[in-house]
C-alpha cells in the first residue's frame, strides 16, 4: 500500500466517500479466470456467448468482485488495517464485456464500535463497481472490521 495516505478508524466519518483507479477488462483475462474458477460457456467462448442470454462474451461475476477487491485494496479504499470483511449484500448489476473499464466508488454508510474490542469498529460501507459510462455494475454493502 504506497503512493496514497492510509486512514485509521479515527480518521473515518460517515458520508466520507473514495474513489479507485481504473482497470480495463480483455477477453483473455475474462477467460482465464472461467477456465480456472467460473468454467461456463459465456465465459469462455465467445461464439458460444453469443447464443446466451447475454449476447456475447462477459466476465464472471466472481471476477468483478475480484477486479473491485484490487482497485480497493491498491487504494480506493485505503484502511490501515486492511480491508478485512465481516460480510456484506453484493448485488450484480449489469454484465462486463471485454473493452469495459472498471471503476470503485466508496462511501461510509455508518461507523459502530465495537463493544467488545475497544480498537475496532465495524463500518459499513457502500461500494459501487462502474464501467466507463458510469454504469453500476456491481454492488456491495460489506460490513469491515477496522482498527485503530
Do not use: C, Y
Amino acid at each position: 500500500m504506497s503512493g496514497f495516505r492510509t486512514l485509521r478508524l479515527a480518521d473515518l466519518f460517515v458520508g466520507q466517500r473514495f474513489a479507485s483507479a481504473s482497470h480495463r477488462v480483455t477477453a483473455e483475462e475474462i477467460k482465464t479466470f472461467a477456465r480456472q474458477f467460473d468454467p461456463q460457456p459465456f465465459h469462455l467462448d465467445e461464439e458460444a456467448a453469443k447464443d446466451s442470454l447475454f449476447g456475447g462474451l462477459v466476465a464472471s461475476g466472481w471476477h468483478t468482485g475480484a477486479i473491485t477487491m484490487r482497485l480497493l485494496a491498491e487504494g480506493g479504499l485505503p484502511f490501515e488495517s486492511g480491508i478485512i470483511g465481516g460480510g456484506g449484500e453484493l448485488r450484480w448489476l449489469k454484465p462486463v464485456r471485454p473493452g469495459d473499464t472498471l471503476r470503485a466508488e466508496s462511501e461510509i454508510l455508518s461507523i459502530t464500535p465495537s463493544r467488545s474490542r475497544p480498537g475496532q469498529a465495524r463500518v459499513e460501507v457502500r461500494v459501487e463497481t462502474l464501467n466507463q459510462e458510469g454504469e453500476v455494475v456491481q454492488s456491495f454493502v460489506p460490513g469491515l472490521v477496522v482498527t485503530r
